[in-house]
């Protein structure tokens, strides 16, 4: 198994569900603090397994040309490339602080190890500083401030110097970019156009996926160490759609889903949206769904 960082330890582009794209940065680098550690971004695992395996040169070695790369692979995501300042960005001369001029304590925390505190680590892969020293102010990117801070405003409230108004946008741009402001639309405008209602069906019901925190990917699903955490097979029910089939919370009913008879315990979910039910992604005993799938209640089980 491989070390691959988290969200805090390394940094990546994620797309919010309007279609912004943001892009995050490490918070520290783990390795200053205990040198043996070998976490790695999951870009650079895979591509050092890929170069390995396929004897090739080494082609991505910052997030820059990751960007690059996924840019040229998939138009439609071009924009991911300006949700961010790249490497390269400097104002004066200086990368940007990630921490405030008032922080301390960097010796202490690694005092365990030596009280003599070597240089920084060295970001290679973005705009920042893991220190105190470089640039910090109002002209700094938006989506490169780490932290809020002005003369005489050593407090939260110094966001209002970032700000066009109190409350209002950043002066140097908003974090992230919109990716499908211009992309091709259905007709009429899939941003405009409102769906119709859902109207329950007789004696049918849509299916909804159900995903969870444990046992819906793959990796969660397969490891040992999660097992006790994973959810056992079960088929969430409106409390509506409950009284109406007369059944009860944790009671067995067979389902009919695409030819096949599935026997689960039910779950009486006040969430669940009546004329649907919902069945968990990735859980032993229940088959994988789509979304756009009926099914219909044959029975209470035995």
């Known amino acids: 198994m491989l070390s691959a960082a988290s969200f805090a330890e390394g940094d990546g582009t994620v797309v919010s569900n309007e279609g912004r794209a943001q892009r995050f940065f490490q918070v520290y680098e783990a390795s200053y603090y205990k040198p043996e550690q070998q976490i790695k971004e999951g870009w ?3 591509h050092a397994l890929h170069t390995g395996a396929t004897q090739s ?26 949700a961010a300042p790249d490497a390269s960005f400097r104002i004066k001369g200086l990368k940007m602080a990630r921490e405030p001029r008032r922080y301390s304590g960097r010796t202490a925390m690694r005092a365990n190890i030596s009280v003599h505190e070597p240089r920084q680590p060295q ?38 110097k970032f700000q066009d108004e109190v409350g209002g946008h950043l002066r140097s741009g908003d974090s992230g970019v919109r990716l499908f402001d211009d992309a091709p639309r259905h007709a009429g405008g899939y941003t405009k156009t409102i769906p119709e209602a859902f109207t329950p069906v007789a004696n049918k019901f849509l299916v909804q996926p159900i995903h ?9 699903s397969r ?9 056992t ?21 067979v389902l009919g889903l695409n030819m ?11 969430m669940q949206a009546e004329g649907t039910v919902g069945l968990p992604i990735g859980i032993d005993g229940v088959p994988v769904v789509q979304g756009n799938e009926w099914v219909t209640v044959v029975g209470e089980g035995a």
Do not use: C
């Not at 082609?59 to 991911?80: H, N, R």
């Open 212 to 220: 969870h925190i444990f046992g819906s990917d793959e990796l969660s």
């Open 57 to 82: 040169e080494i082609s991505w070695t910052q997030l820059d040309e990751v960007i690059d790369t996924v840019v040229a692979a998939y138009p439609v995501l071009a924009a991911i490339k300006n």
């Open 123 to 160: 970001d290679t892969d973005s705009a920042l500083t893991f220190s105190m020293e470089g640039y910090v102010g109002t002209q700094n990117a938006g989506a490169l401030t780490a932290f809020a801070w002005a003369p005489g405003w050593n407090s939260p409230q110094a966001w209002n």
């Open 233 to 253: 097979a079960y088929v969430s029910l409106s409390a509506a759609d409950a009284q109406r089939l007369r059944v009860a919370d944790q009671q067995t009913i």
């Open 260 to 270: 096949k008879l599935l026997k689960l315990t039910v779950r009486i979910d006040e």
């Open 44 to 46: 650079r695992w895979l």
């Open 223 to 231: 490891a040992p160490v999660m097992a006790e955490r994973l959810a």
